[in-house]
């Protein structure tokens, strides 16, 4: 019998949510990210994709869900993202399962919904470390301690939380944005920020051996490094344990990086270094191609 076929069937046991607005990624592109990580699912998801349009080209085992009107104002589209916090209304995501929201610029390598052990309960939302101050409970005594002005904050590459205990966050953001509408408030400034204030007493880090953020991972200041560190026994290691990848960053979208040959460096807007070699990327270099090659 052939229970991968079943599987397909089989009622969902959590959901994919993916955002878009604009014309920035193509419905080809969004498909191809829904079909690697069905393919590599042990047990297939309900998708979501929150668009601000129609797309006829979509794949059918992809929700499409209309943005409410609020989020896509045009202060809440500019490079903060505060538009993604849709993800937390009421009415956009299903509230009987828990969710895994990936960004649309993910290489995924492995079983995404792997990440769901990271929940302690419903409660919990995590998401990728990207400041000093941990998770935990040196970030929760610190957002205690300072009246919320010190806090542990992440990236929202990868949001893994249950939309039924979640819609506080949006709610919030509601009202402290009628208040503040220059968004004036240092949490305000992205998406993230506000995800990580608002809910710093549940929040819990995603680890570098199930994903990773691109430029963090495989671009240094000093190029050297990059040779040094693909060589290092663990890093080979875990690298080869990945789960998922995200290109966040402008100098890294896959029709750049597509377009470099063996050697080519870029540099990004922190003064980053990317080498294109196998001797610096290991086997991430050919995981690029062959996933944005399915894109095309």
Known sequence: MNTDHMDLYAAPTWQCVMICWGTKYSTSLINNLARSIANKAKSQPRFILISDR????LADRIELVRFPEYWLQPPLKTAGCHAKLVMFDHGIVPTDLPAIYVDLDTI????LSTGLSLMKDRQTIAILQSAIIPFGWVGRALYRWTNG?????????FVIYHPGEC???AEQFKSTYAKYPKMQLRHMVADERFISWSAQEHMVRIPESFAVKFPGEFMFYWGFWLYIKARLPWVRSRRKGLV???LNGLMIKP?????????DVIVDEKSRKLIWSEKTLGFMRSKIQAFYAGSQ
């Open 54 to 57: 129609e797309r006829p080209d």
């Open 149 to 157: 002005r010190k806090y542990a904050r992440g990236n929202s590459s």
């Open 167 to 169: 819609h506080y966050i």
């Open 255 to 263: 029709e750049k990086l597509l377009s470099l040959k063996e050697g």
């Open 108 to 111: 995924v390598l492995g079983d």
């Open 244 to 246: 998922a990848v995200t």
